[in-house]
């Protein structure tokens, strides 16, 4: 009886602590940015930035432990982070995947005294930040992209009316709504630093990471190198972007039905098992009191994640 309650208040204090640190750390993400902020961000400019006492301290945090972060593996990760639109650096990302991995590592070894599930749960619990990179970035991308016809439409109008260029994308950065607004004034500031209109227009293909967008800036680079009618080529791609973004939209219907499958079939283990334990409370007893057991709960989780993983790569289908 005392074995058990030291191993839960044990359970507890672990869970607060890492808990607390998560929330924190999440809370502080969610903050959006300043202009000045993702400048300093993006580009070789420096612009001091300005926060309150408690983000900064957990701002902070993430800073100290990121630097013992391999830079090979940080690097990568800060183009990522940049793309999903998360305020921390690639260091300290990973220090949130190793927090939550150290968490779960520990709830499942206190919970079950063996070092299977403690490590099945850490390498779940690590892949939390990925799954919120990767949904955080396909957000961006996908509101990027439908607004992005809108806004072809804007820079031919306005470059037909006369305008020059950064006139045009001025516009946009006025007209629009973010995401493409907040990345157009971006760029925008970039020029006004002294950054040349080429490099601003790489920055600004690498922070969104869209491919439709890369194709806009490809031709807008083009054109001031070799010139022609930008105008008209604006509204060429404006057509392309329109027809894909129709594709797009029939591949998501006809996928529609596989989606959910996967969802559901995620889902219905644990429905089960938790009908079960209404049900019969001891039936799945077993599972949690012998090392066999144990080891199913390990290997039925990891088969779980890697074929929810696969269906979504199935039902991807780029365009």
Known sequence: MVKGTTQTVILISVFSTFFTIYLGVLAFARQEETLEAKLQRFTAIRVPVQMSTSKRGIKQLLVVLGRFAPHRWSAGLDRELIRGDIPLKGGEFLVLQGLLSILFLLIGFILSQKILLGVTLAILGGGLPRLWLSSAKKKKRNRFNN???????????????GFSLLQAMEMVS??????????????????QYGTATETALDHLSERVGSDVLDLLVTAMIIQRQVGGNLAEILINIHATIQDRLRIQQEIKTLTAQG????????????????????I??????????????WAMLAGGLTSQFIGFLIIRKIISIEV
């Open 280 to 293: 019969n409370p001891n039936y799945l007893g077993v599972l949690f009191t012998h090392q066999i057991g």
């Open 259 to 278: 989606r959910m499958s996967g969802y559901i079939i995620a889902a219905l283990p644990f429905g089960i098992a938790a009908a079960i334990s209404m």
């Open 147 to 161: 607004q992005l016809a809108d806004a072809l439409l804007i820079l031919a109008n306005s470059m037909r009316s």
């Open 174 to 191: 006025q007209e629009m709504p973010n995401p493409i607004s907040e990345e157009f004034q971006i760029t925008l500031r970039e020029m």
